[in-house]
């Protein structure tokens, strides 16, 4: 087994290891959003920074500002700043917690971010149905809370943070 932060491609949703990836993200559909392997498919393929750990031991998924996405949380960003790195999901399965992924799939987006010129990555954690640790999380990376909102008629109320690099 490896820790090792490697980039997610087109070609690693075809067999098995697509079917985990996806599996991994729908565990977690209360936190990240249900997907489709279509709908997967098209994430990865605008990402600005699409990364894995092992088959399916955790998952980033990021965007800049001119992504062809229509989240209402990357919207959000994209009315207020001109550029910026969206992470719209990173999800670390249960049985490889506790190894720092998440930090390290993090540590790999600040330096490609910083790289490519960007200055502010910026997320949404769940406010209501709460998610302390993913609050607990992106404080200690350094995140800072700019906005609020409620999706999804109501049903959800999340939180917009900022990290500027």
Known sequence: MTDTVA????????????AAL?????????????????????L???????????????????FDQAADYD????????????????VDRVVVADGARGRGLARRLYDDL??????AGHERIVCEVNADPPNPASDAFHAALGFVPVGTAQIHGGKKTVTYLERVI
């Open 110 to 115: 600040f330096a490609a971010a910083k790289a």
């Open 44 to 62: 990865v393929a605008e990402a600005f920074v699409a990364r894995r750990v092992g088959v399916a031991d955790a998952l980033l998924l990021t």
């Open 71 to 86: 989240s209402p949380n990357f919207l959000w960003f994209r009315e207020r700043y001109d550029a910026f790195v969206y």
């Open 22 to 42: 996806l599996a991994l993200n729908n565990a977690h559909a209360v936190e990240l959003s249900w997907l489709e392997p279509e709908r997967l498919a098209h």
């Open 7 to 18: 980039p997610l491609t087109a070609q690693d949703l075809a067999g098995a290891d697509g």
